[in-house]
């Protein structure tokens, strides 16, 4: 199980990915808004999304959790 953490504090943007969707490593999950920026931030390892903690338009702090992947 791999956990796909927020590197930065910011909006959720856009989800990309949906529950029960094949992942790869490096690919994006979601995209970050932060400081008028879009930070896509990716999966770390491939796998199933197995349960996405977010939605469009939450607010996520540096190290939460954003999707889990198995």
Sequence with gaps: ???????????VWKVVVKEGEQVESGQDVVILESMKMEIPIAAEASGTVKELKVNEGDFVNEGDVIAIIE
């Excluded at 199980?1 to 909006?11: C, D, L, P, S, Y």
């Design 1 to 11: 199980m791999n956990k796909v953490t927020a590197n930065m504090a910011g909006n």
